[in-house]
């Protein structure tokens, strides 16, 4: 199993920690991985996104230009990836940030709330780990438990105290992604 995944969005929106998440979790289980950030001026507003390779077996090339999943947080970002997402791939969108609804025949095209979620949660903190939880729902590439020691690795020890907060955001994400099209 290999999946390729760039995951963009605003800076702020938590891209880059839930793709630095995602790649602790398959090291925790043993997998191969790679993360490779992109951002810059796009912390502040701009556009962000990291690119997350898990494999069981050992990877060529951290760099791709085109991607098994995309997961998009805004339209910029809609824009640019959804044309790399590969034919039989995965699309994932936040529905706050998109304004016009993806299409694609041949795609598996998601719509998760997680905006909406954060804010019934009352913590907007939480906003990417619910998307990861959404991901993690249709493209299970590692497991719950995976995540949460990866949770307790990339977190400093003063936060810990809100992992169960994020497990519990990522449990509302895999109950609220919701297929669009196929």
């Given at each position: 199993?290999?999946?390729?995944?760039?995951?963009?969005?605003?800076?702020?929106?938590?891209?880059?920690?839930m793709?630095?998440?995602?790649?602790?979790?398959?090291?925790?289980?043993?997998?191969?991985?790679?993360?490779?950030?992109?951002?810059?001026?796009?912390?502040?507003?701009?556009?962000?996104n990291v690119?997350?390779?898990?494999?069981?077996?050992?990877i060529?090339?951290?760099i791709?230009?085109h991607?098994?999943?995309?997961?998009?947080?805004?339209?910029?970002?809609?824009?640019?990836?959804?044309p790399?997402?590969?034919?039989?791939?995965i699309l994932?969108?936040?529905?706050?940030?998109?304004?016009?609804?993806?299409?694609?025949?041949?795609?598996?095209?998601?719509?998760?709330?997680?905006?909406d979620?954060?804010?019934?949660?009352?913590?907007?903190?939480?906003f990417?780990?619910?998307?990861?939880?959404?991901?993690?729902?249709?493209?299970p590439i590692?497991?719950?438990g995976?995540?949460?020691?990866?949770?307790y690795?990339?977190?400093?020890?003063r936060?810990h105290?809100?992992?169960?907060?994020?497990?519990?955001?990522?449990?509302?994400?895999?109950?609220?992604?919701?297929?669009v099209?196929?």
């Amino acid at each position: 199993m290999k999946k390729e995944i760039i995951i963009s969005g605003f800076g702020g929106q938590g891209v880059l920690s839930m793709g630095k998440i995602l790649a602790y979790s398959g090291l925790m289980e043993g997998k191969e991985v790679t993360w490779m950030p992109a951002y810059g001026p796009e912390q502040r507003g701009g556009t962000a996104n990291v690119t997350v390779i898990v494999s069981d077996d050992r990877i060529s090339s951290p760099i791709l230009s085109h991607y098994d999943v995309a997961i998009v947080l805004n339209q910029p970002s809609l824009e640019k990836f959804m044309p790399r997402v590969k034919p039989g791939g995965i699309l994932i969108y936040d529905g706050y940030g998109i304004a016009e609804t993806p299409h694609r025949d041949d795609i598996t095209i998601y719509r998760i709330d997680a905006m909406d979620k954060a804010a019934e949660m009352k913590n907007s903190k939480v906003f990417n780990m619910i998307v990861l939880g959404g991901l993690l729902k249709v493209c299970p590439i590692v497991s719950t438990g995976g995540l949460q020691k990866a949770l307790y690795k990339t977190l400093p020890e003063r936060h810990h105290d809100l992992i169960p907060l994020n497990m519990q955001a990522v449990e509302e994400g895999q109950g609220i992604i919701k297929k669009v099209n196929g």
